[in-house]
């Protein structure tokens, strides 16, 4: 590693507060000590802004210390390097190492190998936005730090923020419907289109899926009635008629649909007589994902609507009454 900003601080510690052990200067060689610090600050340098973690090091006098990561650079060109030390920071070198390993490998040939792959794209971006979730931010209140670098971490992806500026990444099923595509397994092209129905607006997963409509930031009521419901049936089981694939996939949109549906404590925001004609609609079509209790249950909350305001239903929210 080589010095790269003028009169750098070697530090005892991570962060601006900590001692500082001495100064380094411009093109100065330091060996990386493997160790990055578990939060990022903020400093200026000729009045840009650098947000990075810290790193510790080891200088040629044999003094070991930390310093600022954007302060240097590794000796010889690695576009990847300033990731992968935010990459350690946040996530861990477990998590670093299983996420490096996944964007090195090209998506198999074999359509299970090809299900396994993507169902690993997703428990890691799970896993990476839970660790986002629960970690404290040490510098919570000096600075609100800048996530937009995790676009970068896995493909497919799209980094957007969420109420309260929480870091999410949601698939872009654009992408990886086009790679089914390709390829031409049946099973595949189905279950992706399923998710692009799901996701029409923009072909982008979100919290709130078509069936929704959205009120707040954190909030939406259901879309029962506009014939969603209906639509994302039909692609389900479409999908599964295709093949088993990604059968847990399938059903987990399908209990999510039934929960829009049954839920005692949702609210709707199209009128009861709208609804209930897509009920019936499900109800008479020939839907294989739905079992006896499935449809026994639609029928129980379709007589409910038929008095909603009894029943403790709210409905017809788009009219404002």
Known sequence: MVVVFPETPLRESPGTKSKVLGTLAPGEPITDMQEVSRFESVLYFNDQRHQSPWMQVRTAD???GWVFCDAVRPAQSNPDW?????????????????????????????PAARATFYREAMALRDTMVYLLSRRPEPEAGVFQPDFSWLGEVLPHFVYQTMAGSEPCLFADYRYWYREAAQRGNAAEVAFFNACLTAFAADSIESSFPVWKFQITDREAVSQLGKRHHLAMLEAIQSALDAGSLFRPELVAFKESLLADILD????????NELIIKE??????????CLDDTDRASIRARMAMFENPEANGIKVNLRSGE
């Open 264 to 271: 005692k404590d949702m609210k709707y925001w199209q009128p």
């Open 82 to 110: 300033n990731l992968q030390q935010r990459l350690k920071c946040y996530f861990g070198d477990a998590v670093t190492g299983r996420r490096n390993q996944f964007v090195r490998t090209a998506p198999p040939d074999d």
């Open 279 to 288: 009920l019936e609609e499900i109800i008479s079509g020939n839907f294989g």
């Open 62 to 64: 044999q003094k070991t």
